[in-house]
């Protein structure tokens, strides 16, 4: 049976599928890997890596000792997290997954304020679409995930926050001439439910499209465009703390004349908050959400 040391270097050699970069990564000399891994694969009696001018492949075999070498390195950090809970204190990795609007504009004032507070704790940080942040929790990849939107979430729900949408712009200053100008409306890729709610709203609103549309790939991408003047766009309220001055902000009013809003959750499984540093961010962030 391999040691739990010959499991991280067949699970890094298996991610980096290249000698140099994991002999990199794992501080050791090309050769000095190169000699271990001979040494295991004796150990398992098969090829588990073929080597060409490419890199690395992982034979059939290699495969199945690679899905057994992850699941345990799996096994050991979560009976590492059990013990560290038991312990007096708050150490361990926090594994978190945040929608990138949030880990962009939100959570790195929450997270400097639970690293002064917890300097053992350990950061993993994963970043994407809420829907990408769903499905990290569901393969047990983090402890909690930070989404937009309304969640179909089993486990534990937490409502975090919420914030107004806006049509920003640097001429238009009332919603009723956008039928009128000939700017275009600049629209970033998102998750379909809040693409959704904005075209609901429009269609309400307008009862027809824009006249001139512009695709950008990430949010910050449209802020930036519209606050040179380009066109305008409905971006969140978190987006906006440190708009410019002369940028206009109009509230997205529903047909009730309440503001339109975007609601962020913190979602988990009940084990995860079971995790003591799993609890102290709850509290910092709680704490953040009070103050601010």
């Not at 978190?238 to 004349?257: M, R, V, W």
Request: aromatic share 10%; net charge neutral; hydrophobic share 40%.
């Amino acid at each position: 049976m391999s040691s739990i040391s010959e499991f991280q270097l067949l699970s890094v050699l298996a991610q980096e599928m290249n000698m140099r970069k994991a002999s990199e990564r794992l501080f050791v000399s090309q050769p000095a890997l190169s000699q271990r891994l001979q040494t295991i694969e004796k150990e398992w009696g098969t090829k588990l890596f073929i080597r060409s001018q490419k890199g690395l492949a992982l034979t059939p075999a290699g495969e199945h000792v690679i899905d057994f070498v992850n699941e345990v390195l799996t096994k050991q950090e979560k009976v590492r997290e059990t013990i560290y809970s038991l312990q007096t204190g708050v150490s361990g990795t926090l594994k978190i997954a945040v929608a990138s609007i949030v880990g962009q504009n939100w959570l790195p004032q929450v997270l400097k304020k639970f690293i002064d507070k917890y300097p053992q704790v350990k950061l993993s940080l994963v970043t994407g679409w809420s829907s990408e942040i769903l499905n990290c929790l569901y393969d047990d990849q983090v402890h909690i995930g930070i989404i937009r939107g309304m969640p179909d979430w089993k486990g534990v729900k937490v409502h975090l926050f919420n914030d107004p949408l806006y049509l920003v712009d640097r001429e238009i200053t009332q919603p009723e001439q956008i039928v009128e100008t000939d700017r275009p409306f600049i629209q970033f890729k998102s998750d379909s439910n809040y693409y959704q709610e904005i075209q609901d709203w429009w269609m309400k609103k307008f009862k027809t499209s824009p006249k001139r549309t512009v695709i950008v790939d990430q949010i910050e991408t449209c802020k930036q465009m519209a606050f040179n003047g380009i066109g305008y766009a409905i971006l969140p309220g978190i987006t906006l703390t440190k708009a410019e001055q002369d940028i206009f902000k109009i509230p997205l009013l529903n047909e009730s004349g309440e503001p339109l809003k975007r609601d962020t959750w913190l979602l988990g499984y009940e084990s995860a908050f079971q995790l003591k540093q799993v609890q102290a961010f709850v509290e910092v962030m709680k704490d953040y959400i009070t103050e601010t």
